[in-house]
């Protein structure tokens, strides 16, 4: 299997199953002098961590990170990047193959099982194997390196739509994103979304989800007019975490619906002599370079395929049967998705700042 890297300059490669002995990765590109520890990754990693609540996968996982190489301590005792590959580890502690025995010789609808035994004659039936969302965590732990590349710039997401029900963008409140488990940034639309969630998951069902990423003080001019767009990548980042199914910038797929006057982004100057933007319908991109409004950025999760409620299917023999998927699996896969966005984000930034860095030198 190839294409388990992504990025430019800023290279991500990451290795490892889900119910195998652990999964990593490997981080090449990262500018030397910059002080690094596993105290700087966790935290982020626990933002993602499985089992915290009824609404996530009871997956009993610590994710515990460490720091294989690319880091080295001096006389002082900082621990500084070395300009080399960054190895990160997690190991696998609470797998459960057992759970998937009945159903390893069927095809989970809305699963990878079928193409991927079409592309490869074999496949991992224990969680999904690599095309588990297991992966994601080493998405994370790149991501917080990243984001000590990014010096001044601030990434955050919030999970704006659970199933068919939105937020009310009126109570936005960034600091409500930590203090519930929907990574909601509106309190009542939380408590709404955990009455009907409860129901989901008691029927043996799942929901979708829509995540909004917003990246501020990001520099304009990162990102190249033609094939390297910024939100080219952005897009491509963001397709690429699994379970996505649609992505949008700034108004997205709204911006069809506009006259060109309610679309175009005013500018007027301000006493500085620098340009201010009126509004952010484009999401903080222009021709595929940052403008330095914030990148807003939102993608859609489909419902998790995991589900108890019995789907017709047929098994790897050609038969049609019936399939009841048992096992731990999170209701609404996008909750846990909000960490991942965030990590894609920074790791496309980190990526374009050293690109920009390159061609036209500064920051």
Same mark, same amino acid.
């Given at each position: 299997?190839?294409? &388990? ?43 993602? *961590? ?15 990170? @460490? ?24 190991? &696998? ?40 969302? @297991? ?20 990434? @955050? ?21 930590? @203090? ?26 799942? !929901? ?6 917003? !990246? ?19 897009? !491509?980042?963001?397709?690429?975490? &699994? ?36 509004? &952010? ?29 019995? *789907? ?37 930034? !980190? ?5 920009? *860095? ?6």
């Amino acid at each position: 299997m190839s294409h &388990n890297t992504f990025g430019h300059l800023f290279r991500l490669t990451t290795w490892g199953e889900s119910h195998g002995p652990a999964i990593g990765c490997v981080i090449d590109g990262c500018p030397p002098g910059i002080p690094l520890t596993e105290e700087d990754i966790q935290p982020w990693l626990d933002r993602r *961590r499985p089992g915290q609540s009824r609404y996530t996968t009871q997956r009993q996982e610590a994710d515990q990170v @460490r720091i294989m190489s690319g880091v080295f301590a001096g006389d002082d005792g900082v621990r500084l990047t070395t300009g080399t590959p960054i190895a990160l580890q997690i190991e &696998n502690v609470d797998q459960r193959s057992k759970d998937y025995g009945e159903i390893k010789d069927k095809f989970r609808p809305g699963h990878a099982d079928y193409t991927y035994l079409a592309k490869y004659g074999i496949r991992d039936y224990r969680g999904g194997g690599r095309s588990s969302a @297991r992966e994601t965590a080493m998405r994370v732990a790149a991501g917080a390196v990243a984001r000590k590349v990014l010096a001044g710039m601030t990434i @955050r997401g919030a999970l704006v739509q659970l199933g068919p029900h939105e937020i009310d963008r009126g109570n936005w409140d960034w600091d409500e994103v930590d @203090r519930n488990p929907f990574f909601a940034p509106d309190a009542e639309a939380a408590a709404r979304w955990a009455d009907y969630l409860d129901g989901v998951r008691k029927a043996g069902s799942s !929901a979708g989800a829509v995540i909004e990423i917003v !990246a501020e003080g990001v520099p304009p001019g990162l990102g190249a007019p033609l094939y390297g767009k910024l939100d080219q990548d952005i897009a !491509a980042a963001f397709m690429s975490i &699994n379970a996505v199914k649609g992505v949008e910038i700034g108004a997205g797929f709204a911006a069809a619906a506009l006259s060109g006057e309610e679309n175009a982004d005013e500018m007027r100057m301000r006493p500085d002599g620098t340009p201010e933007f009126l509004s &952010n319908k484009a999401g903080g991109v222009l021709g595929g370079l940052s403008t330095g409004q914030p990148i807003v950025a939102r993608f859609a999760v489909k419902p998790t395929s995991s589900i108890l409620k019995p *789907r017709q299917t047929v098994d790897a023999t050609g038969q049609e049967t019936e399939i009841v998927t048992k096992g731990r699996h999170d209701p609404c896969v996008g909750i846990r998705a909000v960490p991942v966005g965030e990590a894609m984000m920074a790791l496309v930034l !980190a990526d374009h700042l050293l690109r920009h *860095r390159a061609q036209c030198g500064g920051t």
